[in-house]
């Protein structure tokens, strides 16, 4: 079984600094890994994923990943937190073959304080 | 036009009603998916299907029923609608080949 916790529900960062959001996973086979955003009232969109390339995956809008198999994480950084950050974010975990069914995380609310 | 199409956007409906929520792809896949977004839960996949003759139940599947009318058309109806089952709904579909997904804008369902 496969299963995905956010450590946090809630992260708040000022303008301009780093942003950290934390996700580990659970997979019984290699995973496929994704990070979402879901800005207010609008869908998903997929901001990177991994799939058993490079480790370190760059993605949308200067957001990257690194992939940890030793620690089973998945964390999503940013250098620097723009105000069009501040949104939902889901980290989701999926098998590579099979049925693919995607597992989601809870979500972290990202707020940027001006 | 959306490569996944949801209808309707918005609907608020009473208990008790039978309620069906379509979703149309245009990217040729074969596997389609319905889940359920609920604050502070994330997306729960209700149905799953990967071609019109394979169906499979997900995690939360009671209440719900899902008819595959077509490769590019999945349906998710809600026999009797009850307050619990207000949510934002996703249906998705997917390329095995590439992990990649797609998903629609969402319907919002509201049970009153």
């Known amino acids: 079984a496969q299963s995905v916790t956010q450590l946090d529900s809630h992260v708040s960062v000022s303008e301009g600094t780093p942003v950290l959001l934390r996700c580990n996973y659970s997979s019984s086979y290699s995973p496929s890994l994704f990070w979402y955003v879901q800005h207010p009232n609008k869908g998903l969109q997929l901001l990177l994923k991994y799939t058993s390339a490079a480790t370190l995956v760059k993605g949308i809008n200067g957001f990257e990943a690194e992939f940890k198999k030793s620690e089973t994480s998945f964390h999503l950084t940013k250098p620097s937190a723009h105000m069009s950050d501040a949104a939902e974010y889901f980290c989701v975990v999926s098998e590579v073959r099979g049925a693919q069914k995607l597992v989601f995380g809870q979500g972290t609310r990202l707020t940027i304080n001006p | ?112």
């Open chain 2, 1 to 112: 036009d959306a490569d996944v199409t949801q209808t309707p956007r918005n609907r608020i409906t009473k208990t008790g009603k039978r309620i069906m929520l379509e979703c149309s792809q245009t990217k040729g896949h074969d596997r389609m998916y319905w889940y359920r977004q609920d604050p502070g839960l994330g997306l729960r996949l209700i149905y799953y299907s990967f071609d019109v003759k394979d169906i499979n139940k997900g995690e939360i599947s009671d209440g719900y029923s899902v008819s595959r009318q077509a490769q590019a058309k999945f349906s998710l109806s809600l026999e009797s609608a009850i307050p619990n089952q207000t949510a934002l709904y996703f249906c998705a579909t997917s390329d095995p080949t590439t992990t990649s997904y797609t998903f629609g804008s969402g319907t919002r369902l509201t049970v009153v």
